[in-house]
T-cell receptor, first 117, second 111 residues
Framework: NAGVMQNPRHLVRRRGQEARLRCSPM?????VYWYRQLPEEGLKFMVY????????ESGMPKERFSAEFPKEGPSILRIQQVVRGDSAAYFC???????????????FGPGTRLTVL | TQLLEQSPQFLSIQEGENLTVYCNSS?????LQWYRQEPGEGPVLLVT?????EVKKLKRLTFQFGDARKDSSLHITAAQPGDTGLYLC???????????FGQGTTLQVKP
């Protein structure tokens, strides 16, 4: 059973460009979470999605950032018009539906390291 | 706002020593998780504690959840260089299930 997959692992963008980060959850997992880790800081929650629904986006900046988890395909975190302060490691985590085994545990992908030049 | 304070932030010890990492909050969490993160990788789940007063052991690692479910500790016995890494505690928000992380403890075990 493959773990959470994220791509690309590394992404370099110039200021003003768009960044698209992809996350494929573990098989059978219907909940996806995105977290951001700035250098020398802990992980901060950004957004929580279920298939076709945003459940909690309280940690995501209101401007330039958006996320989706379509019925088919991976979850996408999109950052428009990137700035240097967006440089960070972005992690995706997934968990199974409530009531299933390990439903309260989140399993993380390897992350995408975004560098904005 | 739920917050987790983790201490110490940095710890450098010799192989064979024991250590304890603490994770404290003024809020109650329904469960608390400990992760270990290697450089360039994502956090890997070590354990989940759910019940107040619960103690779980994973080889040389002992995890404890406080009776009031507001704090937790990780104790490592006879540390080895392979234990080197970033240790993170995280509590699950009762509202939406999102994880609230502590700042992390960077552990270095010297041979």
């Amino acid at each position: 059973n493959a773990g959470v997959m994220q791509n690309p692992r590394h992404l370099v963008r110039r200021r003003g460009q768009e960044a698209r980060l992809r996350c494929s959850p573990m098989k059978g997992h219907s909940h996806v979470y995105w977290y951001r880790q700035l250098p020398e800081e802990g992980l901060k929650f950004m957004v929580y999605l279920q298939k076709e629904n945003i459940i909690d986006e309280s940690g995501m900046p209101k401007e330039r950032f958006s996320a989706e988890f379509p019925k088919e395909g991976p979850s996408i975190l999109r950052i428009q018009q990137v700035v240097r302060g967006d440089s960070a490691a972005y992690f995706c985590a997934s968990s199974p539906p409530v009531g299933q085994r390990e439903w309260n545990e989140q399993f993380f992908g390897p992350g995408t390291r975004l560098t904005v030049l | 706002t739920q917050l987790l304070e983790q201490s110490p932030q940095f710890l450098s010890i010799q192989e064979g020593e024991n250590l304890t990492v603490y994770c404290n909050s003024s809020s109650v969490f329904s469960s608390l998780q400990w992760y270990r993160q290697e450089p360039g990788e994502g956090p890997v789940l070590l354990v989940t504690v759910v019940t107040g007063g619960e103690v779980k052991k994973l080889k040389r690692l002992t995890f404890q959840f406080g009776d009031a479910r507001k704090d937790s500790s990780l104790h490592i016995t006879a540390a080895q260089p392979g234990d080197t890494g970033l240790y993170l505690c995280a509590g699950i928000s009762s509202n939406t299930g999102k994880l609230i992380f502590g700042q992390g403890t960077t552990l270095q075990v010297k041979p």
